[in-house]
């Protein structure tokens, strides 16, 4: 009643002048406007030309202009039957200044002040400013900064303008000193307060801030103490009352929640109700609730999710599914009632695509296993997103699935994707005394010019050598997803322009080959190649033994005709940086009838990753190798051998720097015709074996400080592997007087192999991905060669 008889008053001062007893308006006129225009004042005044107006109509019609917020003072006089509106009107606002705030953004604090209605241009009213800066105050202390202060100024400006000023005093955050759990007896307080994201100030919290006190989140906490109960049974679990005490200097925060566990409750019986729309027996099976279990909240949502996807994959988007628990405290026991509303069964009516600015839709389009027409399914939703991801070509996708407008059976599956470099462009120039100018190049383009298919191209060229390549995939050749693809090759070298002879070998080849993929399931496929090779063998000064073997027995120049099988099968979360999944692949590629030579091998490589938590996993991967020959071919030619060591492979060693070493090279001419044996100080090369054994174990985690992890991975690695061979010659087996002993690579011997741990990187760049390591080899092998820094371009762990 207070606050109504003030503004009366106030309004029955201001019409003093106005004679007591009612007349008829004859014209009104307003005095003391600037900004606001007549109009305005005429629009809000309940009064009009002609109107009998006395002191009560006057009092209502001074509220309405007040209302308008455009005047700080309103006086209604009266000359004649001329009704006189005298106004003083509210200052605008000139500028506003901030200053000292660096917590909050100037930005998002001039944004939230023009909300309230203070912006430049704005009327300005000091309420209005005072219950800013009252919020704001609230807001720095919901970040723990106890110890701001937020001071206002109003500077007069003419022309009835004012200044703003606002200056911040931001504190520090109030870091925790205590946390304390009072009421449990069943679990550990150490075991709750690990629940917490607050923390007590510890030895990181300087780089991880979780001893700075926040209310949101404190009230993440709580929820996180009140599920961790309610997740082992104990549904009356309570938070009866939090505490939290400042010192007087603002500084520290000491936190006290009070708890009341109850009892621990089992599940008495799981019912489910409603139209379920798919035979009962496979609901059940995907019932995690089960009768004479602790009751978790956790496993009855989960379960709910569950059969609300099994009837989104039967097109029932919309179904809605509520496990109810009733509780029985007389033997602290829950029943559990499944709900289960369906709701109709819903239609895909469009597939959109958004975001892809250089992949053609048609390349997203035939990924999709969810079509348009059909009825939604959550599945095969879910599935053709996963197929968009594992192409490699998108930094992110993601898929909405809004309801058409005006219906209530019909959605739209709209895909959102961010795209990324999904190819790699290396160039070189050098200069070498013996070789002349040297430039080499090399482009791969996994979505050439967005069409999905796969195209890499490579030249080097010198003065005494040449090598070129080109190869091409298409993915869909047809529309089922058959994938044809070919390349072809050429690599010549000429000893005749080289200014010294210290090679030992170089191998000349040309070639075609063509290589056909069939998909036998959604993730799994098989493929089928043919390659015509023509190799020849060009030897050099210092040609080691081996290789002189071999030709003696096989000759230098071979025609072959390759075939090969393979089965591969992915289901890995993304085409590049998986971190979910697993992939795996057996490859058989054998000489065929009519080749110069004989010989087979069968490769297997294989990745799996083991989530620890959202952003951690363990990869555990390997690659096998054995090749050999067969028919009249002695051995598996030299220029096939596998290697090991660099990236890959074993890191923290030299490339192809593990394995069997050749024999003592004898001097040679060019045309391969022996000489002496070579100077004692020329270290043994390496040769390669047949046998390939190598893995490991990767830790993948988040690269600190870095907000946006999509094109970035950093693991701890220890890698192990080794190349052996079966047919080592006699010397390698033996060793030779004055130059070197046995080679321990001629035997497969676990015991032998080498292993490293580092840490390594990769980053997606315009370019093309690029890798670094740094390994540390833990057990080397005789001969191996070290090398702690590593770095490629175009390759990823």
Same mark, same amino acid.
């Given at each position: ?98 200053? =000292? ?17 203070? *912006? ?82 510890? #030895? ?21 103490? !009140? ?47 409603? &139209? ?11 019932? +995690? ?85 059909? #009825? ?15 192409? =490699? ?15 209530? &059976? ?50 080097? !060229? ?14 869909? #050749?047809?529309? &089922?997803?058959?994938? +044809?693809?070919?390349? *072809? ?90 971190? !979910? ?20 091998? +069968? ?32 051995? +598996? ?23 069997? !070493? ?74 030779? *007087? ?60």
């Amino acid at each position: 009643m207070k606050r109504l008889l003030l503004p009366v008053a106030l309004a029955t001062l201001m019409i003093a002048e106005v004679h007591a007893e009612s007349f008829t308006i004859s014209d009104i006129r307003v005095n003391g406007l600037q900004r606001v225009s007549a109009g305005s004042v005429f629009g809000a005044l309940p009064l009009n030309v002609g109107d009998q107006v006395d002191d009560r109509e006057l009092v209502e019609a001074t509220r309405a202009l007040f209302k308008t917020g455009f005047f700080q003072d309103i006086q209604l006089g009266r000359d004649g039957d001329v009704l006189v509106i005298t106004v003083v009107e509210r200052p605008s606002i000139s500028s506003i200044e901030i200053e =000292g705030n660096k917590a909050i953004s100037t930005e998002d604090l001039l944004k939230g002040l023009s909300q309230s209605g203070l *912006a430049e241009g704005e009327i300005f009213q000091r309420a209005t400013l005072e219950g800013v800066r009252n919020e704001l105050q609230r807001q720095y202390v919901a970040q723990g900064r106890y110890s701001a202060e937020i001071e206002t100024e109003v500077i007069p400006q003419p022309r009835n303008r004012v200044a703003l000023k606002i200056t911040i005093n931001e504190g520090t955050v109030a870091s925790i000193q205590h946390i304390n759990v009072v009421g449990n007896t069943v679990f550990p307080e150490e075991d709750l307060l690990d629940l917490f994201e607050l923390k007590t100030t510890h #030895w990181l919290s300087f780089f991880k801030n979780d001893d700075k006190y926040a209310r949101e989140k404190l009230s993440g906490d709580l929820e996180r103490l !009140r599920s961790y109960y309610l997740d082992r049974g104990y549904i009356n679990m309570d938070i009866t009352s939090t505490q939290v005490s400042i010192t007087p200097d603002k500084k520290h925060v000491y936190i006290t929640v009070n708890i009341d566990e109850g009892e621990k409750y089992t599940v008495r019986e799981v019912k489910l109700s409603g &139209d379920l729309k798919v035979p009962e027996d496979e609901v059940r099976k995907l019932l +995690l609730v089960q009768k004479g279990q602790v009751f978790s909240r956790k496993v009855m949502t989960t379960t709910s999710e569950l059969i609300t996807r099994r009837l989104g994959n039967e097109g029932y988007t919309f179904a809605n599914v509520n496990g109810v628990p009733e509780a029985h405290d007389e033997d602290n026991t829950v029943s559990i009632t499944f709900f289960v509303d369906p709701g109709k069964r819903a239609y895909v009516n469009r597939i959109n695509f958004r975001g892809n600015t250089k992949t053609e839709d048609e390349v997203l389009r035939r990924e999709m296993r969810q079509m348009e027409g059909g #009825w939604a399914s959550t599945y095969l939703i879910d599935q053709s997103k996963t197929r968009l991801e594992r192409l =490699g070509y998108f930094k992110e996708v993601n898929v909405e699935t809004p309801q058409v407008p005006g219906t209530d &059976d019909q959605i739209d599956v709209n895909y959102t994707v961010e795209e990324q470099p999904s190819g790699s462009i290396t160039a070189s120039v050098g200069f070498a005394q013996n070789a002349g100018l040297i430039l080499g190049g090399s482009i791969s383009q996994s979505n050439f010019l967005g069409t999905g298919n796969k195209v890499s191209i490579g030249l080097t !060229r010198s003065e005494y050598q040449e090598r070129y390549s080109f190869g091409f995939v298409n993915p869909y #050749w047809t529309v &089922d997803g058959v994938s +044809l693809g070919w390349n *072809a090759f050429y690599r010549t070298t000429d000893y005749d322009d080289l200014d010294v002879d210290v090679s030992s070998y170089a191998v000349d080849s040309y070639g075609l080959g063509v290589n056909i993929g069939y998909p036998i399931s959604e993730t799994s496929r098989l493929s089928f190649g043919l390659t015509v090779q023509q190799d020849d063998i060009n030897t050099g000064v210092y040609t080691v033994d081996e290789i002189f073997d071999f030709i003696k027995q096989e000759g230098d120049r071979y025609l072959n005709f390759k075939g090969s099988i393979g089965w591969s099968e992915s289901t890995l979360n993304r085409g590049v940086l998986a971190t !979910r999944g697993h992939s795996q692949s057996l490859v058989l590629e054998t000489t065929l009838p009519g080749s110069d030579l004989s010989f087979y091998k +069968l490769d297997y490589r294989g990745q799996i990753f083991a989530p620890l938590t959202q952003n951690t996993a363990l990869r555990f991967h390997t690659e096998l190798g054995y090749g050999d020959s067969y028919g009249s071919t002695a051995e +598996l030619p030299f220029y096939e051998h596998y290697y090991a060591g660099g990236f890959n492979s074993v890191r923290g060693f030299e490339d192809s720097s593990l394995g069997p !070493r050749s024999t003592p090279s004898r001097g040679a001419s060019v045309t391969g015709n022996e000489g002496t044996l070579a100077d004692p100080d020329t270290d043994p090369l390496p040769f390669g074996g047949n046998v390939l054994i190598q893995g490991g174990v990767e830790y993948l985690f988040p690269l600190p400080f870095v907000k946006d992890q999509r094109q970035l991975r950093t693991v701890l690695f220890w890698d192990v592997g080794n190349v052996f061979d079966t047919n080592c010659s006699s010397a390698q087996k033996h060793g030779v *007087a004055g130059f070197r002993s046995k080679d321990e690579a001629c035997d497969i011997d676990f015991s032998n192999l080498a292993s490293s741990v580092g840490v390594g990187l990769t980053w997606i760049t315009a370019l093309g991905p690029l890798s670094f390591s740094l390994g540390m080899p833990i057990k080397k092998p005789d001969d191996a060669d070290t090398q702690v820094f590593q770095f490629s371009l175009g390759q990823t762990f």
